[in-house]
C-alpha cells in the first residue's frame, strides 16, 4: 500500500534527483516536490509539507515517458503500481472506482496510476534510463532460470554428444565434438582426429621392418 507520511529524503544508492516534479495519481494532482531514483526505492517527497512516499521496484509493473497530451495535458515519466494508494484525495477516487464494478470483478488485482511531470521536460529521458537501470536491480523471479533448470539445460548439450559416440548405436550420425572439429578443416583427418599422411608413414615403416626381418632369417 502506498500511505502518504512525514518522510526523510533517501540519501544512499540515488541515481536520479529529479526536483519541481508534481505527482499525479489517478489524473488528480497530490503536489509538487522532488523525485527520488534510487536503486532501492522510488520516493517523492511534498516541498511544502515534507511528506512523502516510497514505491518498491517490484511492485512497479510498467514505466515509460508519457508525451501524448491527449492522454496527460503534461509531460511525465508514467508508473503503473500493483499496490493500493491511501493518499488524501485519492482514496475516494479509488472507493468510487470500486463501487461501479461488478462484485466478479473484485478479485482482479489492484493496479494505481501514477504520473510524474517535472518542471523541466528536457530530464524525462534522464529520469526514465535510471528506472531502467534501478529496475533491472530487482529482477523477477518468474523471468529467470532457475539453478536447476540450468543445469537440466547443460546436461542436455553434453548428452547430444555422448550419445553419438555409444559404442554399437549405428543408427546415430557420428559427430565430432567442437574441440575437435579443427583436425578436419582441411580434410585431411580421418573421423578419429588422426592425420592420414602420419597413418601412412607407419604402415610405410612397419614394411621395412618386415623386408629386414625377412633378410635375417
Same mark, same amino acid.
Given at each position: 500500500m502506498v500511505v502518504l507520511s512525514n518522510f526523510l529524503p533517501p540519501q544512499e544508492g540515488v541515481r536520479h534527483e529529479e526536483q519541481n516534479t508534481t505527482v499525479y495519481i489517478k489524473d488528480r494532482e497530490v503536489g509538487k516536490g522532488t523525485l527520488y531514483i534510487t536503486e532501492?526505492?522510488?520516493?517523492?517527497?511534498?516541498?511544502?509539507t515534507q511528506q512523502g512516499f516510497s514505491l518498491e521496484y517490484p511492485h512497479i509493473s510498467i514505466h515509460a515517458v508519457s508525451r501524448?497530451? &491527449?492522454?496527460?495535458?503534461?509531460?511525465?515519466?508514467y508508473v503503473v503500481v500493483d499496490a493500493e494508494v491511501d493518499l488524501p484525495?485519492? &482514496? /475516494?477516487?479509488?472507493?468510487? /472506482?470500486e463501487n461501479s464494478e461488478d %462484485? /466478479? /470483478?473484485?478479485?482482479?488485482?489492484?493496479?494505481?496510476?501514477m504520473r510524474f511531470a517535472p518542471d523541466n521536460v528536457h530530464n524525462?529521458?534522464?529520469?526514465?534510463?535510471?528506472?531502467n537501470v534501478c529496475q533491472a536491480l530487482h529482477p523477477d523471479p518468474n523471468e529467470s532460470f532457475s539453478d536447476a533448470?540450468?543445469?537440466?539445460?547443460? %546436461?542436455? &548439450? &553434453?548428452d547430444k554428444y555422448s550419445d553419438a559416440y555409444e559404442v554399437g548405436h549405428v543408427d546415430a550420425p557420428y559427430i565430432l565434438p567442437p574441440e575437435q572439429i579443427g583436425n578436419n578443416q582441411n580434410g585431411n583427418g580421418n573421423e578419429n582426429g588422426n592425420d592420414v599422411e602420419d597413418m601412412d608413414m607407419d604402415i610405410d615403416a612397419a614394411r621395412y621392418e618386415d623386408a629386414e626381418d625377412a633378410d635375417d632369417s
Open positions: 532501492s526505492v522510488l520516493s517523492w517527497v511534498n516541498n511544502t501524448n497530451q &491527449e492522454a496527460h495535458p503534461r509531460q511525465c515519466l484525495g485519492v &482514496e /475516494d477516487v479509488q472507493q468510487n /472506482d %462484485d /466478479d /470483478d473484485n478479485s482482479e488485482p489492484v493496479i494505481t496510476e524525462l529521458d534522464a529520469m526514465f534510463q535510471a528506472m533448470e540450468e543445469d537440466v539445460y547443460q %546436461d542436455a &548439450e &553434453e
